[in-house]
């Protein structure tokens, strides 16, 4: 699994509620992150939209994924959009090279 938050996933500096949030999904962000990674790869690259079909996630679950993964260098921007459903451009996530 994908842990390069120490196990934790990351919050908000003074934010009750973002700790809180935190703490709640600890025990299944790494999970989480390495099925996001998986799926990005499989895809040849994915907006959040194509990740929360593809893997069932609740849109804050996965954007939440996707920003650790990009704070850890495993995946960046493609440099390319696509449309999500609500026909809104959004970035396409790679795996890092």
């Known amino acids: 699994m ?17 700790e809180d949030a935190a703490d709640s999904v600890a025990h299944t962000a790494g999970f989480m992150r390495a099925k996001v990674l998986r ?5 040849d690259g ?19 994924r996707i920003r650790e993964l990009v704070l850890a260098g495993h995946i960046a921007d493609a440099g390319t959009v696509r449309l999500t459903r ?8 790679k795996a890092a090279r």
Do not use: Y
């Open 2 to 18: 994908i842990e390069p938050f120490n196990g934790r996933p990351p919050f908000v500096s003074g934010s009750e509620t973002s």
């Open 39 to 43: 799926a990005i790869v499989a895809s």
């Open 46 to 64: 994915a907006t959040c939209d194509e990740i929360e079909i593809a893997l069932g996630m609740p849109h804050q679950t996965a954007s939440a």
């Open 86 to 93: 609500r026909k809104r451009r959004a970035v396409v996530w």
